[in-house]
């Protein structure tokens, strides 16, 4: 369940009102009127079951309320109430499975912009997975994956391929093509470094390595893996069940390769560079593509759901007429 918070402007407020109170996924509502300051107008706060937080957000939109008020939402980790009980079991599908698209598109959008912590944690896991590689280590490999930062922005590129945001493509793209480019020139040196200090040599990346020769030989298992890699991590995302999980595995596909790249080109190993970087490129297209189908699948899905809530027999009034179709029931928007 979400919590909004929207300030009405004081022409909007009685439309805003009727609207949360016709849809049945709405409960908890509140009008505070002329509490609002800055922007000035009405206060009106109300609970929505994630079911129907998409179409009430998107008719909110379509009135104009945020460009003289504000929507804002929050997670309600705690709800104790029948009206709330109510709402859930009359709202159509899932809560668990339902796509707040405006929750999304914030979310993955804060994870385009290119910061110094974002370069920092990509160069920390690239240089670990660079030392995890050269002792074939995959308790080392293992600790990039935690570390690696990546999935933020293709996560943020799968939404903004999908609703057609050019800008937030461009951010994403730029994200991760500076990210990893620092992290493997940094990955680069440190292996000199390291190799001045006595602690490397390039007789360990010729070696034999069993347990992580694997990320620079690529094969049909490398497109498996990333295609199962993004759909887990966009579920994951969209139902915000296990996140930190999910950049395990994301990392696994991605970092690793890139951390090899960098230690085969500073020893001048140029095929296993070759091949780390066909195996980073062919995981990150799997992983942009999975994750895209499986939004493009959970917005048809929600789309079938709200057809099917709303050719439901609609309910009686008390003067024995229909009762009008509730506002829940009408399809999301389309987000492309």
Known sequence: MLHLRVIAPSDQSSAVVELLAADSGVTHLVVLPGAARQPAGDYVTCDVVRESADGVLSRLQKMGVEAHGAIAADDVELTLSAAADRAAEEAPGQGEDAVVWDEIAAKTGEQTVLTGTFLALIVVATMIAGIGVLLDQPILIVGAMVVGPEFGPLAALCVALLRRQPPVIARSVRALTVGFLAAMVATV?????????????????????????????????????????????????????????????????TVP???????????????????????????????VLAGLLTLVVQL?????????????????????????????????????
């Open 300 to 336: 048809r899905w929600w789309r079938h759901v709200a057809r099917r809530a709303g050719q439901a027999l609609p309910r009686q009034r008390a003067d024995g007429g229909p009762a009008p179709v509730s506002a829940s029931r009408r399809p999301p928007r389309d987000v492309g």
């Open 257 to 287: 390769a890139a951390a090899n790249v960098a230690v085969a080109v500073a020893y001048g190993v140029w095929h296993e560079a070759a091949g780390s970087a066909l195996q980073l490129v062919i995981n990150l297209a799997a992983i």
């Open 189 to 253: 040196l440190s292996t000199w470094a390291l190799t001045a200090a006595g602690l490397f040599d390039r007789g360990m990346l010729l070696a034999e390595r069993p347990l992580t020769d694997f990320i620079w030989r690529p094969d049909a298992l490398s497109w498996v893996v990333g295609l199962l890699a993004g759909v887990a991590g966009m579920l994951s995302l969209t139902s915000k069940k296990s996140g930190s999980l999910v950049g395990v595995l994301i990392s696994v596909t």
